[in-house]
């Protein structure tokens, strides 16, 4: 079937084509609580990711008490969350309770947003859920929050600015929104390391795909959480209205951000090697698994 007949399909039909079958092989661990993934469909995002991390062992798992955690969401647009162009804010906001309820000192969260960073933050909804649940917010439109870094074998990227928060937190928490990219086709975990970075446009400018996947190299977030509640398919990243939207009440979280990209891309039907940054990261830089028939997977249907 070809993508633009199954877009089709997925619109006349409902998000019931999606989960389980095109996304995940249907082998999963039934009773293994050590999984590389799990994917969950069905709840709203704050339900499906108190599954999902149970599921994971729990936010015990990678957060301590005393900690700080830095939470890296999607904000780069001024739109509502109808529009999918941003993090679920019930999403956001649940991961920021789990962390303070485990004990963490601190919980940060900010992004280098693409429109005016506090009309973002408010009508995204996420600056109101992040400070209702305990966290704050941090600007990340100001070189000063920035410092340079060299990326270690960097093929296009050999340094780059990164912000304080990503390089003096105990614990980085990845926090993308699936959805369509005119530039690198889908933007999902690798691609959202862009907003926390200061010059986004030289990756632009230098092979964008080898930069994500040189930069990937660099930071690997301790856990990705792909939120695809809703999910943009066409006019991303940032979207024309909510027409471009498809409700999939899905989530997926990993350590593996390979394998965590591939599976998401699959939402959109892609496979991962048609994503360059997906592939480039999983056979050159040896970053993850996007061979999802042999991971350990869970999957749940709220």
Wanted: proline share 5%; hydrophobic share 40%; charged share 25%.
């Amino acid at each position: 079937m070809k993508r633009r007949d199954f877009i089709k399909a997925i619109l006349a039909s409902g998000s019931e084509l999606f989960f389980p079958n095109l996304i995940l092989p249907k082998k999963t661990l039934a009773n293994n609580k050590n999984y590389d993934l799990v994917a969950v469909r069905g709840g709203n995002p704050d339900a499906m990711f108190y599954a999902a991390i149970k599921e994971l062992g729990g936010i015990e798992k990678y957060v301590r008490k005393g900690q700080t955690v830095v939470v890296k969401p999607n904000i780069g647009w001024d739109v509502p969350p109808e529009r999918a162009a941003n993090t679920n804010p019930l999403l956001v906001g649940a991961i920021v309770k789990v962390c303070i309820d485990a004990g963490a000192k601190k919980v940060y969260v900010f992004d280098n947003t693409c429109d005016n960073w506090q009309r973002a933050y408010s009508n995204s909804g996420i600056e109101r859920t992040v400070k209702q649940n305990g966290g704050e917010m941090v600007p990340g439109n100001f070189e000063r929050y920035y410092s340079e870094v060299e990326i270690p074998n960097g093929v296009k990227l050999k340094k780059a600015k990164v912000h304080e928060l990503i390089l003096n937190s105990d614990v980085f928490i990845n926090v993308p929104i699936l959805k369509h990219h005119s530039s690198a086709r889908l933007t999902i975990s690798m691609k959202n390391h862009m907003g926390i970075v200061w010059d986004r446009f030289y990756w632009h400018r230098n092979d964008l795909h080898q930069c994500i996947a040189d930069f990937s190299a660099y930071r690997k977030p301790d856990l990705n959480i792909i939120d695809a509640y809703r999910a943009m398919h066409r006019n991303g990243p940032r979207g024309v209205s909510e027409a471009d939207v498809i409700e999939l009440k899905a989530l997926i979280i990993s350590q593996d951000i390979v394998a965590a990209d591939s599976a998401a891309a699959k939402f959109l039907n892609y496979e991962p090697q048609e994503i360059p940054y997906i592939k480039i990261a999983a056979e050159q830089k040896k970053l993850g698994n996007y061979d999802l028939s042999k991971l350990r997977i869970k999957r749940i249907v709220l």
